[in-house]
Nanobody, 117 residues
Framework: QVQLVESGGGLVQPGGSLRLSCAAS????????MGWYRQAPGKQRELVAA???????HYADSVKGRFTISTDNAKSTVFLQLNSLKPEDTAVYYC???????????WGQGTQVTVSS
């Protein structure tokens, strides 16, 4: 089992920045991919960004050039830097992790990001 704990959400004005963190514990040796999903009210949950243990990254088109995913050297914490935030980025952001073939087996509890003036 892997436990994921997110932090760093909050209220920010349009154009502002936030940095989300997600600390993994437990059987972290089994993790191959870590990522971030988000779900806005009334919308489906969507993949925002993902990173493999080898450093390959993937971004949703809507966040390319604005968000950056990274990990620490131990590959036990994943970060999501959110820049140039827009109101449509408002959502609950969830951290995920998983082994090969099941990249989103484990989920964090979510952290709220609200972009509003």
């Amino acid at each position: 089992q892997v436990q994921l704990v997110e932090s760093g959400g909050g209220l920010v004005q349009p154009g502002g920045s936030l940095r989300l963190s997600c600390a993994a514990s437990g059987s972290i040796f089994s993790i191959h991919v870590m990522g971030w999903y988000r779900q806005a009210p009334g919308k489906q949950r969507e993949l925002v960004a993902a990173i493999t243990i080898s450093g390959d990254t993937h971004y949703a088109d809507s966040v390319k050039g604005r968000f950056t995913i990274s990990t620490d050297n131990a590959k036990s914490t994943v970060f999501l830097q959110l820049n140039s935030l827009k109101p449509e980025d408002t959502a609950v952001y969830y951290c995920t992790a998983g082994p090969p073939g099941v990249p989103s087996r484990f989920w964090g509890q979510g952290t709220q990001v609200t972009v509003s003036s």
